[in-house]
């Protein structure tokens, strides 16, 4: 790994102080299976928390616990025995859920690819009552099953209250209210894609705080443009910066994710595009704040990260398609990314030159136009197929929308044959479809540049909206509306249900609505 511990130093100093805020259980609920319902469950009220702290329970009983609302942080119990002294200790299982399916689906049947140890649960012993105990894991949920596992025949136990300290680095007070006049559906939307913003944000901004919880720079780039339109942490966005510039892979490359603990550290996770997308993090960052001495520290590396991306050109001037890369762009096993890859690489190369021309660095600025030029006219060559009206990807030509959406995003046509390149996408709607919000962002930045704002709205309401009407509290990291149990990992109990690149209604309600 490539180290620049000053720069590590400089993204230490930055890491902010979370705010808490204790939040209490608002019902006690029974899961219910109901294939009307969202992934098949249903909730409903059993009884008020006022009922709850009278009730008992022994070996065996169980009860679901609903905080109202989606939290990050720590829980705490205070817990006592009823009956006889307790003559053996309490064991007591915990298990939290985003979603109704991980408190009512049993964590034994889990067979997916990631580990299990994602899923969240806690085994408690305690040996003496009363107690109050605070868990040390930081948890992210909104529901909780309590399972008394065992005691004794001589006690039950009652619990007077089970809390959470509620933790982020988001001040809401700094995000401005929305204009009246906005319908109440997008107010709604605003908000939740708020909250979902604001329980990634910790000490970076991390992905998921239920899983992975890290800081990759794909879920960065478009937090960073939610986050200067609500909270404005802008600090939040340079710590970020620093950590990736700071701690880079043995060629120079910006890596994927970082984490932070025990210490400061680079994955070794390669990603063609997020690489390149340090160089549009690092001029969203400039536009937002006008930060010319970061801009200036930081830019050989954006530079570097678009000299690398262009080695990987064959000599048509098109990314070389093969078995030694990695490209994420979305979750689809049938997805050929090269294409995408491409308009990637044009698109953070015409962010390159913005930036290059603002530090007045102009030979550097020549480089970048030459190959803005020389894969533009590359693109239209070898992967525009004019019959079609599409752009192809691979060896196998396939046409995807991950492809005709980025390609609109690099602007490699002219401005209206850009917007009739969507209008066909809608048209003909390859089989080639969009798994996550991610690309459904992409999907609506590109409806918006080129003008059509109605058609970037109904595709919001209609996507989000509908993540809304299933009973979002905040917003997934995947979502298709034909299969709602849809998971790269093999199972929806390990799925992410609040995910920082499904913040972004907010950016663009506030960007393109106000």
Known sequence: MLINQQMVEKAEKLIPSLQSKEVEVQDIIEVIADDASFQGWRIMQSMTPQVWKEQSYGKGDSFNVDFGDHYVGYVKLAIRSVGSPPDAPLKLKLTFGEMPCEIAEPFESYEGWLSSSWLQEELIFVDVLPAEIKLPRRYCFRYIKVEVLDTSVKYKVAFDYINCDAVTSGDISKVTALTPSLSQDIVEMDRIAIKT?????????????????????????????????????????????????????????????????????????????????????????YEATQDMDTLQELWPIALEQLEIGLSRLDVRGIVTDDSTWWCFTDWHDELNKQASAQAVLIYCLKHGRELASIIGKTEQLKFITENIDFTSNASMQYLWDEKAGFFVSGEERQISWASQIWMALAEVLPSKQNSLLLTRLFEDSPSIGMTTPYLYHHLIEALFLVGNKEQAIAEMKAYWGAMMQDGADTFWELYNPNDKKLSPYGSNLINSYCHAWSCTPTYFIRKYLI
């Open 197 to 285: 913003l604001q329980d990634c944000m910790q000490t970076v901004f991390e992905d998921g705080p239920k899983r992975d919880r890290r800081l990759w720079i794909g879920d960065l780039r478009l937090q960073a443009q939610a986050n200067y339109y609500t909270f404005q942490n802008n600090d939040l966005v340079k710590r970020c910066l620093y950590l990736f510039a700071g701690m880079r892979l043995e060629d120079g490359t910006v890596g994927a994710c970082v984490f932070e603990k025990p210490y400061a550290h680079v994955d070794d996770t390669k990603l063609y595009d997020y690489a390149l997308f340090f160089v549009a993090v690092l001029h969203d960052y």
